[in-house]
Every structure is written in C-alpha cells, then in structure tokens.
C-alpha cells in the first residue's frame, strides 16, 4: 500500500512550541506514525500554510507531486484550514465551493483516474482560538461546519471520508495544530479508518472475480 497524504501544516507536523517553526520529530508526525502501524508507505505531502489550490501554478504543483508518487492505492486529503484563518470574513460555502473544485481536478489526474474511492477527504479539526477574543468566536464557529460541507462533497463525488471532528484530538496552546499527542491519535484513527478501507478494497475485488 502507498499512501499519498496532501494537506497543510497539520500533515507536515508543524511544531507550535517552536519559535521558528520548526517540525515535530519523525516519530511524533501522524502520517509517519501511521506507516510504523501498518507497514505501509506513506508520503507526507504536508506543507506549512498551504490552502485549497486554485490557481494554475499550485495546481500544477500539485499533478507534479502526485506524479512523482504514482502509482498510488490511496490519496488523503486534508485541507481548508488556512482558506479559514485567512479569510476576513471566514464562509464555509466559499471554502467548500474551492474544495470542490479541487476535488474536480484531483479525480481528473492520470494517477486517480476517476475512482473517487481510492480518495479520503478528510474535514480538518476545528479550530479554537475564540478564547483570544470575541472577533475570533466566528472562526471556531465557522470552523465546525467543516463535516456537513465535506461530506456533501465526499456523497455527491463518490470519496471517502473522515471527519476528524468526531476523533477528540488535542490541540497545542494555539488552538490549530495538532499536539504531539493529537498527533498520535489522529494516526490510531486514520489506521482505523484504512483498515475499513483495505476491507472495501478487497470486498470490491471480490465481487468483480
């Protein structure tokens, strides 16, 4: 199994404690985590501040990644926090009107091919910096309409998909990334959930022969 991970600071393992933004250890990073658990290959594709792309030039970085990867059983993305953190005005609608469009071109790649099921599209944790003051509570709350927008798009283009919402993750004292310990977590979850999935996998292949 390789499994390509696409997502933002919350996959590449950012370290809030840092004060230059320094990564967490290989051993405290979900993705890594998960490829100790199963045995797997995973590829962590995180990057720092990454939002949903949109225009050419990230798109195409994005094919190149994939690219680069392929051929690949499943493909995790995770992404909309900083489309949310950056907004003025944070609307889930525009973010999950992005995030569908980017579901548009990632079923499109040669590497994906339209099989919406090798995709997992996961719902980033909600964040919680309302406690820094009252202009920011519309974030939290914006920030929990994640699942319902995601999982639309997961129905109506035949992924799969996570709501990280429902693991109980720890956050660190920023109240948007991951703890080293919501770290650890979230990859017993997605071990979890990849679980289920090889069992669909092989169900499907079953049913083909």
Same mark, same amino acid.
């Given at each position: 199994?390789?499994?390509?991970?696409? !997502?933002?600071?919350?996959?590449?393992?950012?370290?809030a404690? @840092?004060?230059? =933004?320094?990564?967490? #250890?290989?051993?405290?990073?979900?993705?890594?985590?998960? =490829?100790?658990?199963? %045995?797997?290959?995973?590829?962590?594709? %995180?990057?720092? #501040?990454?939002?949903?792309?949109?225009?050419?030039?990230?798109? $195409?970085?994005?094919?190149?990644?994939? @690219?680069?990867?392929?051929?690949?059983?499943?493909?995790?993305?995770?992404?909309?926090?900083?489309?949310?953190?950056? @907004?003025?005005?944070?609307?889930?609608?525009?973010? =999950?009107?992005?995030m569908?469009?980017?579901?548009?071109?990632v079923? &499109? *790649?040669?590497?994906?091919? !339209?099989? %919406? $099921?090798?995709?997992?599209?996961?719902?980033?944790p909600?964040?919680?910096? !309302?406690?820094? !003051? /009252?202009e920011?509570?519309?974030?939290?709350?914006?920030? *929990? +309409?994640? =699942?319902t927008?995601? /999982?639309?798009?997961?129905k109506?283009? #035949?992924?799969?998909?996570?709501?990280?919402?429902?693991?109980?993750?720890?956050?660190? *004292?920023?109240?948007? *990334?991951? @703890?080293? &310990? #919501?770290?650890?977590?979230?990859?017993?979850?997605?071990?979890?959930?990849?679980?289920?999935?090889?069992?669909? +996998?092989l169900?499907?292949?079953?049913?083909?022969?």
């Open positions: 199994m390789r499994i390509f991970c696409f !997502g933002d600071s919350n996959t590449y393992g950012y370290d404690r @840092s004060l230059l =933004g320094e990564r967490l #250890g290989e051993n405290e990073r979900w993705p890594e985590i998960l =490829g100790k658990l199963s %045995g797997w290959e995973v590829v962590n594709e %995180g990057m720092n #501040g990454r939002e949903i792309p949109e225009s050419p030039w990230f798109l $195409e970085r994005f094919d190149h990644l994939l @690219s680069a990867c392929a051929p690949v059983d499943a493909l995790f993305l995770m992404l909309g926090s900083n489309d949310l953190l950056n @907004s003025y005005r944070p609307d889930m609608e525009n973010i =999950g009107s992005r569908e469009k980017f579901v548009k071109h079923l &499109e *790649h040669p590497a994906v091919d !339209g099989r %919406g $099921e090798i995709v997992v599209l996961a719902a980033p909600p964040v919680e910096i !309302g406690c820094c !003051g /009252e920011y509570v519309c974030y939290d709350r914006e920030s *929990h +309409k994640f =699942g927008c995601y /999982e639309a798009i997961a109506q283009y #035949g992924l799969r998909f996570a709501n990280t919402a429902d693991w109980e993750l720890s956050l660190a *004292h920023d109240g948007v *990334h991951l @703890s080293p &310990e #919501g770290h650890a977590r979230f990859a017993d979850q997605m071990w979890t959930l990849m679980q289920e999935f090889i069992v669909h +996998k169900n499907d292949k079953l049913q083909i022969l």
